[in-house]
């Protein structure tokens, strides 16, 4: 038997569900939505922002904006995710258009020693890796790192970026060739 006393609390394991929840602002459906989707609003905000705390201030900024917006979801268009995602993309891009412009690599974290003169080829090209993706436009690092870095598929890129993953694909294909040549005249240039 029931106690009459008790409350069950909902479950939110459908965007549908997710979403009335976060739209009566319940206290369980926003903490819900902040543990399913922070680390890939984190991911997607860092693959445009360098700085650590710009990407904290977005990820807290697009979190806002979800659960004041929530209304305009529409789950026919797309999942929930997929809709922060964008959110967190579109305010991280605005973010970063705010801010001073401080090039910086995304690659900072690898385990390179810099003092180190006995380096193996492989070093050397992760260094002329990074210095490759510093020479990109921030989008396009943005696009690369969701695709590779977080591993989300590309129609969900393609719907973040709205664009289609067909012209993502071709995009894809130009960056890493461009990447390729841009590794293969600094290994040359190395090598005067």
Request: include cysteine; charged fraction near 30%; hydrophobic fraction near 40%.
């Amino acid at each position: 038997m029931r106690s009459l006393n008790r409350r069950q609390l909902p479950k939110y394991d459908s965007d549908l569900a997710l979403r009335e929840g976060l739209n009566a602002r319940i206290p369980e459906a926003i903490k819900t939505a902040v543990n399913r989707y922070s680390a890939i609003v984190e991911t997607v905000a860092g693959s445009v922002l360098d700085n650590p705390l710009d990407v904290e201030e977005v990820v807290q900024d697009t979190f806002m904006k979800m659960i004041g917006n929530i209304t305009s979801y529409d789950a026919e268009r797309g999942r929930l995710s997929t809709w922060v995602c964008r959110i967190a993309y579109t305010t991280a891009i605005s973010f970063g258009r705010r801010k001073p412009k401080i090039v910086s690599s995304r690659l900072d974290d690898m385990p390179i020693d810099m003092t180190s003169t006995d380096y193996t080829e492989t070093d050397s090209r992760i260094e002329m890796l990074k210095d490759a993706l510093e020479g990109l436009d921030p989008s396009d690092r943005a696009l690369l790192q969701m695709v590779y870095d977080a591993s989300m598929p590309l129609s969900e890129v393609a719907e973040i970026l709205d664009t289609n993953a067909q012209a993502l694909a071709s995009r894809l294909y130009r960056l890493r060739r461009k990447l390729g040549k841009a590794i293969t005249e600094m290994s040359n240039h190395q090598r005067i």
